[in-house]
């Protein structure tokens, strides 16, 4: 299994940005993807970006052209970059690894950090 540990969320004003990062240890030669997902109050938790381990992206259509998910292999290191950021990304922001065992996969997820977009 992998822990995640988040870090980087905040308040910032409309327009601003933000930089979530997301460190992972133990069995991470087994990480198949990792991700971002948030959950705003009342809502569901959905994905955002999603990195493989190929390097291969994919955003939700509401962050495109305006987040970026990278990673740092030297660092077991995912991060998301926010720019642009409006008052409906305001959420807590998940880590999420799927990795295998065996035949299996494995969701992990971090504690989620608190992304406030607000003047």
């Known amino acids: 299994q992998v822990q995640l540990v988040e870090s980087g969320g905040g308040l910032v004003q409309p327009g601003g940005s933000l930089r979530l990062s997301c460190a992972a240890s133990?069995?991470?030669?087994?990480?198949?993807?990792m991700g971002w997902y948030r959950q705003a109050p009342g809502k569901q938790r959905e994905l955002v970006a999603l990195?493989?381990?190929?390097?291969?992206?994919n955003y939700v259509d509401s962050v495109k052209d305006r987040f970026t998910i990278s990673r740092d292999n030297a660092k077991n290191t995912v991060y998301l970059q926010m720019n642009s950021l409006k008052p409906e990304d305001t959420a807590v922001y998940y880590c999420?690894?799927?990795?295998?065992?065996?035949?299996?996969?494995?969701?992990?997820w971090g504690q989620g950090t608190q992304v406030t977009v607000s003047s």
């Open positions: 133990g069995s991470i030669f087994s990480i198949v993807t």
């Open positions: 999420n690894a799927l990795t295998r065992s065996g035949l299996s996969l494995i969701n992990s």
């Open positions: 990195i493989t381990s190929g390097g291969s992206t």
